[in-house]
């Protein structure tokens, strides 16, 4: 009964079922948000042909898999080599342009695999660098495996819940009631401390089960039995465990973690009766090892490392200096793996003590002189609604226009022109004749280079890029004035007030070639001729989404309602926006 | 040195060599080109802004008679980018990573949030509130209350900014203070005519301005609630907000963006006010004040020293 009231008690009046549901509903939109895996593929056409094409040499490294992919690459690199031939001999008159074509169409299908080759040849090599250990497997990076990010989310929640939790009966005073009877509190602080631990229990194994499913999708299953070595990140790894393993011991040590500090954080709330002191110490501590020891092992050593999970299966990790080996420098040290078990034994140890502790403090004491705050809990709940009103500007329909070509409008015409080794944007006056040159910003970055330009009646749009970054700029032609409205995406790191959050970049390599817009969205059309939209509420070049996933470069307009083009094998497709 | 290295006699090596500054060969190159590089900077900047003068000046001709924002924008760009030169070549790396430095101010935020947040939900909960609301001196309560809030946030801005230049100081040459903001390469079109020690203080005012801020919602969150618990928890969530929302929208309207010097500093960037520019940083400073004083008026009036109780002593 007493288990059932306080189950009331702490879930519903003290708002901690609330507080967990927010932490599971975050983890699950990760799954959502979550950057899927691409192996290093841009498309779905090229990532199911390298799927088709290494599935056979996965597993144990043979010779006869060996000889397989050397060939393959080899083939390839003769391809190549041919094709520089043919060149030159093309360069030089030797060959006419029909039979050049005719010859080139022979290296056609080997260099269109150029990436895949590079790819499985690439996971080849890290196998046969040592292949009694490693196995191989398509991925080169499962980002859900190796992430040691600490769920800063959930560690709130549990320390906020589990400390009220026992500040209550305090501030209340109906410890200093309880504890007077015959029966004390032992039953209440017993149920008390069941519930929080089961809850947290079941929310950090709802949370390994998203972290399952993301897994799910970045190593498909059949590989999950091979040697963690097997995945890049985990190289030098001490620890002779499956890959399946791995994941299932990050997330029993992450869990001990969570229940390490529930229990933690119940005691100081019980020895010092006051809140903050309860709270403070189980975020700082974590916050603070994570900062301090970003690329190291440190954290790793204190018991709130066990929060990192996959950590601990981390073998050393070296930077290479300029010239030789001998110059490596060993920036993170593993954790010795006896060192995790008896950490981890003395944390299973704690937590069996701290929750004798616990109980045994709920028994009767009827000469006990402690003063409580007098605190009690409100149902006062706070929202905090902040509308963002963006305009939006009305749709326009749009005459129909050769996206790939267009430099007109029923005003001016364009062109990009080089002036003292610059490059500008020269503009027409359609009625009068007359030309003139739109100057450079007056803060110019010189690396970057203008790539194309589409204008409409009102603007003028054009990208310009670099090698990891692009962004779209427009010109109103009304004043000439100019606004960045898309901006370059992201490092792969981004810091947010000192703490610093990684991510995959493989999706924040994108560079679009051409762009056309009907000014609503914006249209963009990749180097394969895949073609991507960005939404009026886009930031950034990569939160675009691709809704032609074939080459649109063989021809294509746009009136504003659907896009017309010309498929690879020369069929004319329509994309219709209102059908979609 | 480069040919060196690329003869035949050179061979990496694991040992020091005595011959070499560094104890290397391919040391003493990356070291000989990175402080080239760092010379050819301050001798070649004003070059760098003649050229940035000529570009203000095509976009004035051009722009006269388009854009009246335009031209004004760049007699600004004129105005402020003129006749600059750097004296003195040194190594400014500890005040670059001053700047870009935000951590402190996540400890800041987090001391705040613990000394605060249940400043008045205690009141509420003990019943004090009342009491003081009937009192003749309650406005001075409250206005103690911000006073010390004021002083709190200043006193730790201060006291982590000196640590932050000392530690960063003692990692590389602290005594370039004296000179030009844009003698640091990374803020070469900086739109401040200050010394560094000029912006080091401009970036505590920036980060005052930006934690104040925040101390007034942990005020305001801390005057709906009795349960302390309950307000850190919500100064929390609200911090966390604030963060991820200042990320998606303009840095004008985010105070939060004031606390990374490097972010307004760095870069010439301006707002059009009825046609004539402002530089960013100048209404950025502008609008949180502005919102501090908003949330300060609604404290007060959250704390309910306009309405008098009945029977209280005058």
């Known amino acids: 009964m007493i288990f059932l009231y306080e189950l009331k008690k702490i879930l519903i009046k003290q708002y901690s079922l609330f507080l967990y549901l927010i932490v599971i509903i975050v983890a699950a939109f990760s799954l959502i948000t979550a950057q899927h895996q691409t192996y290093g593929f841009a498309t779905v056409t090229e990532r199911n042909e390298y799927l088709e094409t290494i599935t056979p040499f996965t597993g144990e490294l043979t010779d006869k898999k060996a000889a397989e992919i050397t060939a393959l690459k080899e083939e390839y690199l003769a391809a190549k080599a041919a094709v520089n031939e043919l060149n030159g ?79 209550i009966e305090y501030s209340g005073k109906s410890r200093y009631i309880l504890i007077t009877t015959k029966g004390g509190q032992k039953a209440t602080m017993a149920a008390k401390l069941a519930i929080l631990l089961l809850l947290t229990s079941l929310t950090s194994i709802i949370i ?33 465990i499956s890959i399946i393993g791995a994941f299932l011991s990050a997330q029993l040590l992450k869990l001990i973690g969570y229940l390490f500090i529930c229990v933690a954080a119940m005691l100081t709330a019980h020895y010092t009766k006051n809140y903050v002191a309860s709270v403070f110490p189980f975020i700082a501590v974590p916050v603070v090892a994570d900062y301090l020891a970003e690329r190291d092992s440190q954290a790793l050593f204190l018991p709130t490392g066990l929060l990192k999970g996959a950590g601990y299966f981390f073998g050393d990790k070296a930077d290479r200096g300029y010239t030789t080996d001998a110059e490596a420098v060993i920036y993170f040290h593993h954790v010795p793996p006896l060192y995790t078990i008896i950490m981890t034994a003395a944390v299973v140890l704690f937590i069996v003590i701290g929750a004798v502790i616990l109980i045994k403090s709920g028994e009767n004491r009827l000469n006990s002189k402690r003063h409580g705050v007098k605190h009690i809990p409100a149902a006062v709940v706070l929202m905090l609604t902040l509308l963002l009103c963006t305009a939006c500007g009305s749709t326009q329909q749009t005459e129909c226009v ?51 330009i589409y204008p409409t009646e009102n603007y003028l749009y054009y990208m310009k890029g670099r090698n990891y970054g692009m962004s779209i700029y427009r010109i109103r032609l009304s004043d000439m004035t100019r606004e960045e409205i898309i901006k370059p995406s992201d490092t792969a790191d981004k810091s947010i007030l000192g703490l610093t959050f990684s991510w995959s970049d493989t999706e924040n390599r994108f560079s679009a070639v051409r762009l056309f817009t009907d000014e609503r969205n914006i249209y ?43 498929d690879e094998d020369g069929v004319q497709k329509r994309y219709d926006f209102a059908e979609q | 040195m480069q040919t060196y290295i690329n003869s035949d006699e050179y061979k990496p090596t694991e040992e020091a060599d005595d011959r070499f500054y560094t104890g290397y060969a391919m040391g003493d190159l990356n070291y000989s080109k990175e402080t080239a590089d760092k010379m050819r900077y301050a001798y070649l900047y004003p070059n760098l802004m003649i050229e940035l003068k000529q570009r203000a000046d095509d976009n004035i001709e051009f722009y006269t008679g388009r854009s009246d924002f335009e031209v004004r924008k760049n007699e600004l760009v004129k105005q402020l980018y003129t ?34 947040a249940a400043s008045l939900s205690d009141e509420k ?22 006073a010390v809030m004021l002083i709190f946030v200043a006193v730790l801005i201060i006291l982590f900014a000196f640590m932050d230049i000392v530690r960063f100081s003692s990692f590389y040459d602290g005594s370039f203070i004296n000179q030009p903001l844009y003698a640091i390469e990374e803020y070469k079109y900086t739109p401040l005519n200050v010394t560094v020690f000029g912006a080091v203080m401009l970036s505590l005012l920036g980060k005052l301005l930006a934690l104040v801020f925040i101390g007034e919602i942990v005020l305001l ?86 309405r008098k109780e009945k029977g209280a002593v005058q």
Request: hydrophobic residues 45%; aromatic residues 14%; negative net charge.
């Open chain 1, 89 to 167: 001999k093309y360069a030089s008159g030797e060959l006419d342009d029909a039979a050049f074509e005719r010859e080139m169409a022979k290296y056609n299908e080997i260099l269109k695999r150029e990436d895949i080759i590079e790819q499985i040849f690439s996971r080849y090599e890290y196998v046969a660098a040592n292949p009694e250990k490693r196995m191989l497997i398509p991925a080169e990076s499962v980002p859900v495996l190796s992430d040691t990010s600490v769920n800063f989310l959930f560690l709130l929640c549990i320390t906020f819940c589990c400390a009220y939790a026992v500040m």
């Open chain 1, 208 to 240: 390994s089960c998203f972290d399952f499913v993301r897994m799910s999708g970045e190593l498909p299953l059949q590989y999950w039995g091979y040697s963690l070595c097997s995945v890049p990140a985990f190289d030098n790894t001490t620890v002779d």
């Open chain 1, 402 to 452: 050769d996206v790939l070509s267009n430099t007109e409008n029923s005003r001016y015409s364009f062109e990009l022109k080089y002036e003292d080794e610059k490059e500008v944007i020269a503009v027409t006056d359609k009625a009068s004749g007359e030309s003139f040159i739109i100057p450079e910003e007056t803060f110019v970055d010189e690396t970057y280079s203008i790539m194309y």
């Open chain 1, 524 to 566: 963009l059309i990749d180097k394969n001729g895949m073609v991507f939209v960005l939404n009026p509420f886009a930031e950034k070049i990569t939160d675009c989404t691709c809704i032609i996933e074939e080459s649109v470069l063989g021809g294509c307009i746009f009136d504003g309602k659907a896009i017309f083009y010309i």
């Open chain 2, 83 to 116: 006749g600059r030169r750097i004296s003195a070549y040194g190594n400014y790396e500890a005040f670059r990573l001053y700047f870009d430095y935000e951590f402190s101010s996540l400890v800041i935020i987090v001391m705040i949030i613990f000394a605060f």
């Open chain 2, 125 to 146: 909960a003990t019943g004090t509130d009342r009491i003081i609301r009937s009192c003749r001196r309650a406005k001075s309560v409250f206005l103690t209350k911000q």
């Open chain 2, 221 to 306: 969150i801390s005057s709906f609630t009795k349960n302390a618990g309950l307000a850190i928890t919500l100064c929390f969530a609200a911090v966390g907000a604030m963060i991820i929302i200042s990320e998606h929208i303009n840095p004008l309207y985010s105070p939060l963006s004031l606390l990374n010097a490097e972010s307004w500093m760095k870069d010439f960037n301006c707002v059009d006010i009825f046609g004539y520019p402002v530089l960013s940083f100048i209404v950025q400073f502008v609008i949180t004040a502005a919102m501090i004083a908003l949330l300060t008026a609604v404290c007060y009036f959250r704390a309910g020293y306009i």
